[in-house]
């Protein structure tokens, strides 16, 4: 599950440098309909989990909604077929 949560910091950290890049270049109206909320979020939840001891009634329920949100990344080379809920 580390694994996992890795690749999903790895890719919010891309996907917010390419927001990045998008706001440097048309301005930061540019982002307003954009998906970087859900990035933090997504960031939110992953760090949560890295502290949350596995003893933690939510673990699992957590566990499960990291493998749900990676699979927006299926076509990532990094993807791993194990990691689907």
Known sequence: MDDLVRFLRDRNMADNHA???VAHRF???AL????LPM???VDMLAREY???APTDT???GLAYALKVL?????EHPGYRQEWRP
């Open 19 to 21: 927001y990045a890049e």
């Open 39 to 41: 990035l933090d979020l």
């Open 50 to 52: 890295e502290a949350m």
């Open 27 to 29: 301005g930061g109206d």
């Open 58 to 60: 939510r673990h699992a």
């Open 32 to 35: 307003l309909d954009s998906h």
């Open 70 to 74: 990676a699979q927006s990344y299926t």
